[in-house]
């Protein structure tokens, strides 16, 4: 009896090493992120379910500062001012303004990339990998809410820079979605005005159908 206590008080430490390990990896990724003016970033966006035969990838880029940002996506553009969502569809010519609360709950949004992970996960570390010549740890996160739609998610981290590499969700239906960093610049001289939305030049100037919320 004492022998099986012993080694499952081994298997705890380790466990809980790994935990604190994997997590102390990530707040070293998003610390080092707060301490940038800005960050501007382009991406590759892939969705690949192998059962339905659904292959999917698109390229788009996003500026960040703080929680404000600006994303251009699939012919979209989608801006957050700190208060409002502004979703901008250019092929309907429409304008769909959205609470944050709302919009935002479920999703990966550019101002949680670096900082998702901090609720409603446990921490793993998992594989250290090198991908076109780049050192990659991997911190294997997983759902603490068992009916959640995501069975894992997979950060990759530059070992080197400590920069986000990519993020591989696994979801139910063998669903993979990667989100991979492309380009990662930081402290470019960009305009406050690319964080605001211009009711007059949508509204007036291209006559766009602008939808506000209730």
Known sequence: MKKILFFAAIFFSLTTFGQNKAKALLDEVANKVEGYQNIYIEFNHKFDNDEADVHQETRGTVYLKGDLYHLNYMGTEQIFDGKKVYLIIHEDEEVIIQ????????????????????????????????????????????????????????????????????????????????????????????????????????????????????
């Open 99 to 214: 609470d944050p609360s709302n919009s935002e709950e479920e999703t990966l949004t550019p101002s949680k990339m670096f900082s998702f992970y901090k609720n409603g996960f446990t921490y793993q570390m998992g594989d250290l990998k090198t991908v076109k010549g780049i050192k990659i740890q991997y911190v294997k996160l997983t759902p603490i809410d068992s009916n959640s739609e995501i069975i894992s998610v997979l950060v990759g981290i530059d070992v080197k820079t400590k920069h986000i590499y990519n993020i591989v969700e696994i979801g139910e239906n063998n669903t993979i979605t990667t989100l991979e960093i492309r380009s990662f610049k930081t402290n470019q001289p960009i305009s406050e005005k690319l964080f605001i939305f211009d009711t007059a030049k949508y509204r007036d100037q291209k006559n766009y159908v602008i939808s506000e919320p209730n």
